[in-house]
């Protein structure tokens, strides 16, 4: 699987936009960028993943890079409960290969 | 609703004595996995099982057994605990082909 560079922190105001980058310049073809997060020691929950198109669901828009070597997860109106670890992963489906999670970004939602 | 359950969500027990955490999924996935986290160290992978019967090792298995007799069961168990396996653990399953993955609310083991 690639390797995966985020920032270790970021802060967000509280209604703004929350955009969260995600560098994976060694992403190879058929490698899905996925995006989790984990609050505070709760099991981290799934939050959106794409191959090369822009996703948008009820929680998060994936924007990725035409060359697909980074990536932004959106959240357009933070809240404080989303204050938490954002992971960033790149891997093949489908395959025996573990889902790695790195060390993520510590978003902090500020009133 | 769809989830991964597992029990206990707390445990505190004394080294040497054999322990199981239950871990259940209602989606009926085939992958299943065992994980712990520790400070620093991020989320490491223990067990995982692809299917009823074929369980393999992950990045660190040692002290550790698991079983998959049932599909929606995945135990983990600890023969003979230690204090370096003080730890929080979290079982998930994984959904076929889209591989979004389900995690469990964790389970925070102390062996003293």
């Known amino acids: 699987d690639a390797k995966t560079t985020q920032p270790t922190s970021m802060d967000c105001a509280e209604g703004r936009a929350a955009n969260l980058p995600c560098n994976h310049s060694t992403i190879s073809g058929n490698e899905y960028v996925y995006w989790y997060r984990q609050i505070h020691s709760q099991g981290p929950q799934y939050i959106i993943h794409g191959l090369k198109n822009n996703e948008t669901n009820e929680m998060a828009s994936l924007i990725i890079t035409e060359d697909r070597k980074s990536s932004t997860l959106i959240l357009p109106h933070a809240t404080l409960r989303d204050t938490a670890v954002y992971y960033c992963i790149v891997r093949v489906p489908f395959g025996n290969n573990d889902m790695r999670f790195g060390a993520g970004t510590r978003l902090t939602v500020k009133p | 609703e769809a989830q991964v359950t597992q029990n206990p969500r707390y445990l505190i027990t004394v080294t040497g004595k054999k322990l199981t955490v239950t871990c259940s999924q209602n989606?009926?996935?085939?992958?299943m996995s065992w994980y712990r986290q520790d400070p620093g160290l991020g989320l490491r992978q223990i067990y995982y099982?692809?299917?009823?019967?074929?369980?393999d090792k992950g990045d660190v298995p040692e002290g550790y057994k698991v079983s998959r007799k049932e599909k929606r069961n995945f135990p983990l168990i600890l023969e003979s605990p230690s204090p370096n396996q003080t730890s929080l653990y979290f079982c998930?399953?994984?959904?076929?082909?889209?591989?979004?993955?389900?995690f469990g609310p964790g389970t925070r083991l102390l062996v003293l």
């Open positions: 998930a399953s994984r959904t076929r082909p889209q591989e979004t993955q389900y």
């Open positions: 099982s692809m299917n009823v019967e074929v369980t």
């Open positions: 989606m009926n996935h085939e992958y």
